[in-house]
Each structure stands twice: as C-alpha cells, then as structure tokens.
T-cell receptor, first 115, second 112 residues
Framework: AQSVTQLGSHVSVSEGALVLLRCNYS??????LFWYVQYPNQGLQLLLK??????LVKGINGFEAEFKKSETSFHLTKPSAHMSDAAEYFC?????????????FGSGTQLTVLP | DAGVIQSPRHEVTEMGQEVTLRCKPI?????LFWYRQTMMRGLELLIY????????DSGMPEDRFSAKMPNASFSTLKIQPSEPRDSAVYFC??????????FGPGTRLTVT
C-alpha cells in the first residue's frame, strides 16, 4: 500500500528565504508524485507532478521538486519565498489500484512567510 | 473553463436532517472524486467515479453516506441523517488523467 509522510506540519520562513517542504513516500511500484497547494477557503491546486523522465520537475510560481528514488523522497523547494506563498501544501502519491490509479495525500504542511 | 463547480458553498443544518451536496465536473473529464477534509483526519477520499460508474467507495464512512453520478456533468453526495461529526469541508474533484485532479472550492458543512 502506498503512503506519504510530510515532515513538519508547520514551516515558517522569512520573505526571500529558501522554502523547503519535505515529503517521503512509500510505494510498491514506481510512483507518480505530486504537490498540491491549498490557499485559504479554496480547493487544492496542482503545483507540479512527477510521472516519468526527468527527476527534477518545475511547477507554477517558481516551485520545483526532485524525485530521489534512493531516498524515497520528493521534497518541494523554492529559492525565494514570497508572501503570497503562504498556504497549505500537500504531497501526494499515486499508484495503480486495480485498473485505475488513486491518489494518497499526506497530512499537509502549513507554510507561513514572515515579513 | 469554469472549473469544478460545487454547491452550496456553505451549509448549516441540524442533526438528523438530510444534506445534499452537488458537483459539476469540468467538461470532458471522465473521473470524479469526493473528498472530506477535517482538522483531525486531513483529506480523505470518500468515493470516486470513472465514466459515471462508482469504482471505489471504500472511503464512505457509513451507510448514511451515498453518492450518485447520473450523468457526466453532475454528481451528488447525500448524508441522511446528518450528525455533528459529519461537519467538514467536502471537496469534489474531476480529472481526465486520473492522477491529475482539479478541485472545486468545497462545501463547508456544519451540523449542529
């Protein structure tokens, strides 16, 4: 069975500082991996995804993530935080279930950006 | 594209009442998902449909919950009777690639 662990339910960074949100997964097959972002009172929005190919993937708003199979990790980074990045971020893993694929979400990391 | 549309956005009801949440997926998407989000349990998949057929309802908490998708452009999630512990934000999502989901804005349900 697949699972996702997000280390740190709350992360605070200063505006302009590096953002690093950690995600580790467990999957019995090559996974598809995702980061979603949820702004207050909104639904989740896909930030970026890894399916196959290049292990460093770039997403919207300057975010990127690197798939490291040996570490079973898919950490999310952004070189310089902006106030508008304050939101909750969810890592998700997808693997085949029967004839389809399902997403399993992590518990989320609340990012606070300090002025 | 209008995105996934959910109604109502907020619902307050009394324990024992029937609640119906509605979802219109993105046109052309063939999969639809219902999720529940709470502080305690996070984001939980309740049920998902593929081509209007329920594929996995193992996340539906109990018989009080039911979901239907009568056609490709409409789905409902019904709770009857509702209980205070059902209070949560309910999200509908749709996708063409089953793992790349587009979420609606959610319905915030409060059961008193």
């Amino acid at each position: 069975a697949q699972s996702v662990t997000q280390l740190g339910s709350h992360v605070s960074v200063s505006e302009g500082a590096l953002v690093l949100l950690r995600c580790n997964y467990s999957s019995s097959v090559p996974p598809y991996l995702f980061w979603y972002v949820q702004y207050p009172n909104q639904g989740l929005q896909l930030l970026l995804k890894y399916t196959t190919g290049a292990t460093l993937v770039k997403g919207i708003n300057g975010f990127e993530a690197e798939f490291k199979k040996s570490e079973t990790s898919f950490h999310l980074t952004k070189p310089s935080a902006h106030m508008s990045d304050a939101a909750e971020y969810f890592c998700a893993v997808s693997e085949p279930v029967g004839s389809a694929r399902q997403l399993t979400f992590g518990s989320g990391t609340q990012l606070t950006v300090l002025p | 594209d209008a995105g996934v549309i959910q109604s109502p956005r907020h619902e307050v009801t009394e324990m024992g009442q029937e609640v119906t949440l509605r979802c219109k997926p993105i046109s052309g998407h063939n999969s639809l998902f219902w999720y529940r989000q709470t502080m305690m349990r996070g984001l939980e998949l309740l049920i998902y449909f593929n081509n209007n057929v329920p594929i996995d309802d193992s996340g539906m908490p109990e018989d009080r919950f039911s979901a239907k998708m009568p056609n490709a452009s409409f789905s409902t999630l019904k709770i009857q009777p509702s209980e205070p512990r059902d209070s949560a934000v309910y999200f509908c999502a749709s996708s063409l690639k089953i793992y790349e989901q587009y979420f609606g804005p959610g319905t915030r349900l409060t059961v008193t």
